[in-house]
């Protein structure tokens, strides 16, 4: 079942996340209702951050259109700075370009505590440390200006209240 989307300034997405420990079936449940709501936004990435659980997993697409998961993912190398066009599911409606780097090394683990290692560049790179950021507590609105930051803030804030009101009625 998708779960709605958590938008920011929510303090779930400001918070580092911990690391999951069990493996289980708990675990299973939350990738699928994350899968759910990454697939009803048509997002290409989630982070459980963003359905309000503090857990260190996302999701990753890839350019072919399928995903994978990442629990307790670290960056191990990064290198070739660029600077891409980026939007987040948590900052509906908003572009922005982000300071990012082209390829990275990542170590993470599967659904079943298996680690890999991935070598990623380009798209697939830049995803990664989407997600990655999300679960060390930052949204890419953090590498913009203050002056941005705070025009975005004051927008999603309106929506929040909106949000909020929908519900209620």
């Known amino acids: ?77 990064k290198s070739g700075p660029v600077v891409l066009e980026e939007g987040c599911l948590s900052v509906p409606d908003y572009f922005d370009k982000t300071p990012r780097f082209h390829k990275v090394k990542v170590k993470y683990q599967d659904r079943v505590g298996e ?12 995803v990664l440390q989407h997600e990655i950021d999300h679960l060390d507590g930052h949204v890419f609105v953090d590498h913009l200006s203050a002056l941005k930051r705070g025009l975005i803030l004051e927008k999603m804030r309106k929506l929040q209240k909106a949000l909020q009101r929908q519900k209620k009625e």
């Open 1 to 77: 079942m998708a779960r709605d989307i958590v938008i920011w300034p929510n303090k779930v997405l400001t918070t580092p996340t911990k690391p999951v420990t069990d493996f289980g079936e708990g675990l299973t449940k939350l990738l699928d209702e994350m899968t759910e709501s990454m697939k009803e936004a048509e997002g290409i990435g989630i982070a459980a951050t963003q359905i309000g659980v503090s857990l260190r997993c996302a999701w990753v697409g890839r350019e072919d259109g399928t995903f994978f998961e990442i629990i307790n993912p670290q960056i191990l190398d």
């Open 115 to 126: 680690w890999h290692e991935l070598e990623a560049e380009g798209r697939l790179a830049h």
